[in-house]
């Protein structure tokens, strides 16, 4: 991941460059860092930007959100100081070199991911491989819990995977064993939300949308997808309908 | 759940469960003003004790703080019959029990159409009447927190704006979307279980996933091409691979000389073979001329996967030169018939639209399919240098 000599391609943004379209409060923000910049050379600075772009892209290969106690431990480093400056380089570097946007889905522990701000290329030989067919089951998830009201009873959510030959109990040929893929993995990822309803004995959960699915995706998107497998008008249901038009959404 | 007779207030000794004295129901001082209470509860037009019952009643208010003296009550105090621990006992189980149904049968429960929620509330309330001391009174009322939940999930799901979600019928949709072969389900009806029949294809959720992706924002997983570390690693395996270079140095020798002599009637081979294929494929359908060929029966050798991918590049020429064409049939599955000799090639060429396509055959995949179709015997028979043309079929 180390890079002895780095070509300064037009693809990153000089610190400089980036003034002219700064608000005034920005400017101020960049006069207190352009003060720490000092302290280390352009360079250095470019390096950890580039270090901290390629450490989020690896990161986010298996779709676990990032920490920000991460990124600071194992990228930035000394240069805790200009940290906001490498942050804020490195998430331009992902959206002009690779369309991608760093986001952050938790203000109070400071957790990220990547999310792609390209619609998904259409074709018919594209890579399908495991996390294909996750993400197939994930949606049907995601769909069944909107349609019910954005939130869904753990036993109602297996009810419906029963009928798609999906058992909890049992290890399916595709995704191994289910319950955890969708307890544990989904929940680690921030697609999912699963939380204990108070009172119940024994006890269950509740499903929601976790803040990774409301970012990749959104209700119009599901509506529409749920409105595609039924072929039907995304309008056919109202209620959801009205719900998926008003909510804003990254797409 | 602590014993009803370890109230707080009394420090006595744990006596006949059938004591029900040692209730610290800070409103009444009466153990009998309790079931009268509930008593209230269950018949709504009632409003003093009833007279009865009273009697025995007004002999413990009398002496409220003798009460606990009394380690024994006889059997018939209790006018409400919750007096011994036998029916005491039958009580907790059958609400236990009531608990137990109402908790498996929740998703029947929320069912707009059962009232069967009405039902169980009923039969606790029954239960209820027969009951005078707090450990029944307990689960009482754990029952009564069961139901309410369940009845305010079901007004929940009653949302008057909310348009009713079917999702048996999106799961069929999703099934039909994945590629549900659905086969003719002679016994049971499917409905009673809620799952359909037939037979899911082995890429059904991937086929699933890849329309799903549409609808995501997904940052592609990024890997390097050329892997991300350095060169130090590849050094060891270089010098595997020489040993085994080395190894097989001495039987490359001896392949050349079987290779050259192929390659020379390299040319004449293939055409050879499609010529044998093609009178195959004549005599088949002179004979039976309606009935198509399955393209799998045909081409698939069971027994060589080198063979089977031969036998489809022999064939692809067959079907460029217009002797025969390939279609799917109703089950979608590959099918080989012959185009008319009347239509002649000029004509075909011109007046139909020739297709291209692209066909791919994995080593798992032949393995499966020869497993499905259970080909036994490869059609197209090994090719045989004598002049002798072997023809088997299927």
Redesign the interface.
Known sequence: MSQRKRSKGSGFSQGEEGDDDCTPSQMRVLSQGSRNLERHSREQVDQKVSELVQFLLVKDQKKIPIKRSDILKKVIGEYKDVYSEIVNRAGRTLQQVFGLQLVEIDTKHHIYILISTLPRAEGENLRQDDQTAKLGLLSVILSFIFMKGNSAKDGAVWEFLRRLRVHPGERHEVFGDVKKLVMEEFVRQKYLEISPIPLTDPVEFKFQWGPRAAKETSKREMLRFVAKIQGKDPAFWTSQFKEAEGSPGPL | MSEAGGSGDFSSPRSSGSDCSRLSLPSTSRNGAVSEHKQHRLSSGVGRPRPPASEEEEEEEEEPDVVWERPRRPESADATGGGDERSRRMIRNQYRELIYSV?QN??DMLNSKSSKLTEALEEANKLFSGVSCAREAALDAQFL?LAS?LGK?KA?EL?S???A?D?????????T?MGLNRIEVEENDSDNE???GGY?P??A???????????????????YMLG?FKSDPPVPRQRIERQKKATGREEKRAMPAQLKKMEESHQEATEKEVERILGLLQTHFKNDPDIPISFFDLVIDPNSFARTVENIFHVSFIIRDGFARLKLDEDKLPIIEPAKDDEGKDDDRNAQARNQAVLSLSHQEWKEIVETFEITEPMIGPPCNSNEEEMETA
């Not at chain 2, 991937?206 to 592609?220: C, D, I, N, Q, S």
Request: proline share 4%; no cysteine; net charge negative.
């Open positions: 908790q929740r998703e927190v939940n999930e929940n949302h704006e909310m348009t979600f999702s048996p019928a999106f799961a069929e949709d999703l099934l979307f809620g799952i359909s899911l082995s890429n959720w991937h086929k699933l996933g890849a329309e799903t992706e549409k609808y995501f924002r997904r940052a592609p997983s990024f890997h991300s």
